[in-house]
Nanobody, 115 residues
């Protein structure tokens, strides 16, 4: 059973920063593309950022230049560094692991950007 364990959400003021982490098993992490999605109230879940097993990244236009996705192969962990946060970044953020034929999700972590 693949588990994705997220951490790092919370409340932050506009302009602030947060780092999200998602840890999983070594075997899964070595072959999966990893990503972060978010879902705001009343909206569909959307891709925020993704990184392949080889390190290639892609971002939603709304977060380019502010968010950075990275993966630490030694720790089997993917990170999302979020800077210059805006109120519209408020959402539940989900870690995703994609094997192509099947994907897995974390439990979600709340990020709230508010003064």
């Amino acid at each position: 059973q693949v588990q994705l364990v997220e951490s790092g959400g919370g409340l932050v003021q506009p302009g602030g920063s947060l780092r999200l982490s998602c840890a999983t098993s070594r075997t899964f992490f070595s072959i999966a593309a990893m990503g972060w999605y978010r879902q705001a109230p009343g909206k569909q879940r959307e891709l925020v950022a993704a990184i392949t097993s080889g390190g290639r990244t892609r971002y939603a236009d709304s977060v380019k230049g502010r968010f950075t996705i990275s993966r630490d192969n030694a720790k089997n962990t993917v990170y999302l560094d979020m800077n210059s946060l805006k109120p519209e970044d408020t959402a539940v953020y989900y870690c995703n692991g994609d094997l192509g034929l099947r994907e897995y999700w974390g439990q979600g972590t709340q990020v709230t950007v508010s003064s």
